[in-house]
């Protein structure tokens, strides 16, 4: 009897550990403040398709032009399962709202000159990070 209690107790600390360990790793992961001060949100677009894929597409001013933040905020950006997510990075020159479509070109052909990157995953995962506008 005094030994399944001793088992118990044991069972029971391993387990509370392992929810606190959990707990604490999963709140301490980083989160979108880690890109203040690298960008600002010109436009989004998502449509409202539920029963197909989903596409979503971010227009994004890079207040800094390293290319690796670049690519681990479209890391951070949400995806669906079949679904595109393109990420526009223009450059610090643009300060309009820019409209945007589920379709390429995405935008005004006139603002293409402007796109420094483009962040896009595909609806298997497949991640694609270019220079510029996509030919």
Do not use: C
Request: aromatic letters at 14%; zero cysteines; hydrophobic letters at 35%.
């Amino acid at each position: 009897m005094k030994s399944s209690k001793i088992i118990f107790w044991i069972i029971a600390l391993i387990v509370g550990g392992l929810v606190v360990y959990i707990s604490l790793d999963s709140l301490s992961q980083p989160g979108m403040e880690r890109f203040e001060g690298k960008y600002k949100e010109l436009s989004s677009f998502r449509n409202e398709n539920n029963t197909g894929p989903v596409v979503r597409v971010y227009a994004i001013k890079a207040l800094d032009s390293s290319k690796d933040w670049m690519r681990e905020y479209g890391d951070a950006m949400p995806h669906t399962k079949y679904g595109r997510t393109v990420v526009f990075f223009f450059k610090d020159e643009i300060d309009q709202e820019i409209k945007l479509s589920p379709t390429e070109p995405y935008f005004m052909e006139a603002m293409q000159p402007y796109v420094i990157a483009t962040y896009q995953k595909s609806p298997m995962g497949d991640v694609s990070f270019t220079d510029g506008y996509p030919k």
